[in-house]
């Protein structure tokens, strides 16, 4: 198959396009569209709701309030901690860092409560340099059934909490998220193990999907906000015992909810305005593993060929259709392009927004704006074209009318009176010069259009450009005479040697000669010159004539065309004669330059190749 060249620039600009798109959606600022669309989606996007196997306690304002704020909550949390442990939880998860010593009265009641908690999960954290873990202190700790890292992951560019690492390490001591540990008691207890693959890990037939090479990052499904996770607060429980119950069977996460006590809070895809605080994100990142809602990112060749695809479908868009239904199949696959990500969504696939998006628009406005150019162009060639036919009526109708006339009228003349001798001759004089002009018009007319199409053989003969020009100006002495002009030969060296057909030749600088001398006003000069430099023949007519402006000088080579001045100047033509010179001299492989200026004058130079000079033509033929 043979890809014509219009079509492979079309491609390769819509290839360009792609890699265009595809660079802008790797920068920072295409990740921030994608993560905004992700918020987007997430807010947009109801999943099914579900019973919640999770319940916080929180330390809400209320609570810190009655005892003593952040210092004084060891006791109070102790005799929660009964009270809730008596209710039967699967799981106690404390996202408190208990890590110095308090009142030692206090932290014995504390470590009994903690002893007397089943499936207990303490909280770690790592210290501000990373180096090693914050842990609780030994005597709690002996109490857990776990230490879980209570970090999350706030996004780079915006500081959203999206995703939370699974694990986390200080050196070699790796620790699991808060959220996993509490998944795993709650499924059977100490016994149960976390299996890890490259790909995700195994907690009791659960399978996580969080890659190592990821950092094994899990992206948290959070619970709308209309259906928050549900909460006693620390402060209402140790009022009203009674609502302990609340907490039989459940998962608890115990925590701070007071955005005001802690900095551990994010904000999250669906608070962008009022941040999440730490424990309810675990508890959130809980409910993700509990409920297997684990959202996967799409894999990158996916986006990428998917991308590609779109580019290739509006290409061929464009390429093949046009108008309103070119306009509604792009319409189409721009819709596609953006409704694939949120479709994905839904089933819990994410796949970039930006890339296909961009790749999209990017081809629809390479491809558009290029078939546009394009339908433009042959509008523009089919004007011109119709144009020039205009013109050629023109043309017919009006040049020729001319002669037309003359000899039908003196036909007729002649036809219907009996003229004296004298008359008659005259008349049939008329009619027989009228005739011959109507014949040479129709010749130019006919042998332009032949040359344009090629459809002339050139004789090959060499001759002497001087004696060319000398015949032309023998010939046209006359006319120069009428109007009182000189001609002058500055220089025609006899050397000059051009190889090509003479009589077209002779007919294209008579007519360069012929134009100076008509457009000129009388008692000036044509001056004529030829000189031979780099293998080229410069044969130029000058004259101090009517001259004209470069937007004329761009259009005399036109068929028919003439300038105002030229018309305004009552000298007889059709326009014609220039671009059969011009196609004599581009036959001749040669150009034509014009230099003009209104009301001083023009020259035009042939530039033809003359490779060699007359002198040793004549002595290579010799030898
Ligand atoms: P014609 O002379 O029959 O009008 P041409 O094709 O020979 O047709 O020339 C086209 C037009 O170019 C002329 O009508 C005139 O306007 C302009 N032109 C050609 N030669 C000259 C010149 N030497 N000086 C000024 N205008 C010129």
């Known amino acids: 198959m043979r890809i014509s060249r219009q079509s492979a620039i079309y491609w390769a600009l819509l290839a360009a396009s792609f890699a265009v798109a595809l660079t802008a959606s790797w920068t920072s600022f295409g990740a921030q569209i994608d993560n905004d669309a992700y918020d987007w989606m997430f807010r947009l996007y109801q999943p099914p709701t579900w019973t919640t196997q999770s319940i916080l306690l929180a330390i809400d304002e209320p609570s810190l309030n009655a005892y003593g704020g952040v210092p004084g909550l060891r006791k109070p949390l102790a005799d929660a901690l009964r009270l809730i442990s008596a209710a039967s939880p699967r799981t106690v998860a404390v996202?408190?860092?208990?890590?110095?010593?308090?009142?030692?009265?206090?932290?014995?009641?504390?470590?009994?409560?903690?002893?007397?908690?089943r499936n207990l999960v303490l909280a770690c954290q790592l210290l501000p340099d990373g180096s090693a873990w914050e842990d609780p202190l030994p005597r709690f700790r002996a109490q857990a059934a776990a230490l879980g890292h209570v970090h999350a992951e706030p996004d780079e560019l915006d500081s959203v909490g999206r995703s939370l690492p699974l694990e986390k390490a200080?050196?070699?001591?790796?620790?699991?998220?808060?959220?996993?540990?509490?998944?795993?008691?709650?499924?059977?207890?100490?016994?149960?193990?976390?299996?890890?693959?490259?790909?995700?890990?195994?907690?009791?037939?659960?399978?996580?999907?969080?890659?190592?090479?990821?950092?094994?990052l899990m992206r948290i499904r959070y619970r709308p906000l209309s259906m928050p996770i549900p909460r006693v607060?620390?402060?209402?429980?140790l009022n009203d015992p009674?609502?302990?119950?609340?907490?039989?069977?459940?998962?608890?996460?115990?925590?701070?909810?007071?955005?005001?006590?802690?900095?551990?809070?994010?904000?999250?895809?669906?608070?962008?305005?009022?941040?999440?605080?730490?424990?309810?994100?675990?508890?959130?990142?809980?409910?993700?593993?509990?409920?297997?809602?684990?959202?996967?990112?799409?894999?990158?060749?996916?986006?990428?060929?998917?991308?590609?695809?779109?580019?290739?479908?509006?290409?061929?868009?464009?390429?093949?259709?046009?108008?309103?239904?070119?306009?509604?199949?792009?319409?189409?696959?721009?819709?596609?392009?953006?409704?694939?990500?949120?479709?994905?969504?839904?089933?819990?696939v994410v796949f970039s927004f930006c890339t296909p998006v961009s790749s999209a628009w990017l081809a629809l406005i390479t491809a558009g704006g290029y078939q546009l150019l394009v339908v433009r162009r042959s509008l523009r060639k089919s004007e011109a074209d119709r144009d020039r036919y205009r013109q050629t009526i023109h043309f017919v109708t009006h040049e020729m009318r001319t002669p037309l006339t003359a000899i039908q009228g003196s036909s007729e003349l002649m036809g219907r009176y009996a003229l004296p001798e004298e008359k008659r001759k005259q008349i049939a004089e008329l009619i027989n010069t009228e005739s011959k002009r109507l014949g040479r018009m129709i010749e130019m007319f006919l042998s332009v259009e032949r040359l344009s199409a090629g459809q002339v053989e050139l004789k090959k003969e060499s001759f002497c450009a001087g004696e060319l020009m000398a015949g032309c100006v023998t010939r046209a002495l006359p006319l120069a005479e009428r109007k009182q002009i000189r001609i002058l030969t500055e220089?025609?060296?006899?050397?000059?040697?051009?190889?090509?057909?003479?009589?077209?030749?002779?007919?294209?600088?008579?007519?360069?000669?012929?134009?100076?001398?008509?457009?000129?006003?009388?008692?000036?000069?044509?001056?004529?010159?030829?000189?031979?430099?780099?293998?080229?023949?410069?044969?130029?007519?000058?004259?101090?004539?009517?001259?004209?402006?470069?937007?004329e000088v761009k259009k005399i080579f036109q068929k028919f065309y003439r300038t105002k001045r030229a018309e305004q100047s009552g000298?007889?033509?059709?326009?014609?004669?220039?671009?059969?010179?011009?196609?004599?001299?581009?036959?001749?492989?040669?150009?034509?330059?014009?230099?003009?200026?209104?009301?001083?004058?023009?020259?035009?130079?042939?530039?033809?190749?003359?490779?060699?000079?007359?002198?040793?033509?004549?002595?290579?033929?010799?030898?």
């Open 242 to 348: 009674r609502r302990a119950r609340e907490f039989s069977g459940k998962v608890v996460f115990a925590g701070v909810t007071s955005q005001t006590a802690t900095k551990d809070w994010l904000f999250t895809p669906y608070s962008t305005r009022t941040p999440m605080v730490g424990v309810e994100i675990h508890a959130n990142a809980f409910e993700t593993i509990a409920q297997g809602l684990f959202l996967t990112d799409a894999p990158s060749s996916a986006v990428l060929a998917f991308s590609a695809l779109l580019v290739v479908a509006l290409g061929l868009t464009y390429s093949r259709f046009t108008g309103r239904r070119a306009i509604g199949l792009a319409a189409g696959i721009l819709a596609i392009a953006h409704v694939t990500p949120y479709w994905l969504f839904t089933d819990r």
């Open 491 to 551: 220089a025609a060296p006899a050397d000059i040697l051009l190889t090509g057909d003479r009589e077209l030749m002779e007919y294209a600088f008579y007519n360069l000669l012929t134009n100076a001398i008509k457009y000129s006003p009388p008692r000036t000069q044509v001056t004529l010159a030829a000189v031979r430099k780099h293998d080229h023949a410069y044969i130029s007519v000058e004259d101090q004539g009517i001259g004209m402006d470069q937007k």
């Open 571 to 623: 000298e007889a033509g059709t326009g014609i004669g220039l671009s059969i010179v011009e196609q004599i001299v581009m036959q001749h492989s040669g150009t034509i330059e014009v230099m003009s200026r209104p009301g001083e004058g023009s020259r035009f130079t042939m530039v033809l190749p003359a490779p060699v000079s007359a002198p040793l033509a004549r002595e290579a033929k010799e030898s």
């Open 170 to 216: 200080a050196n070699r001591d790796r620790r699991w998220a808060l959220s996993l540990e509490a998944y795993r008691l709650s499924r059977g207890g100490p016994g149960v193990q976390i299996v890890e693959s490259p790909a995700d890990l195994d907690v009791g037939g659960r399978l996580i999907p969080s890659t190592r090479a990821g950092g094994r």
């Open 233 to 237: 607060s620390l402060q209402a429980l």
């Open 95 to 117: 996202d408190l860092i208990l890590a110095d010593n308090t009142d030692p009265a206090i932290d014995a009641r504390l470590e009994d409560a903690l002893h007397a908690t």
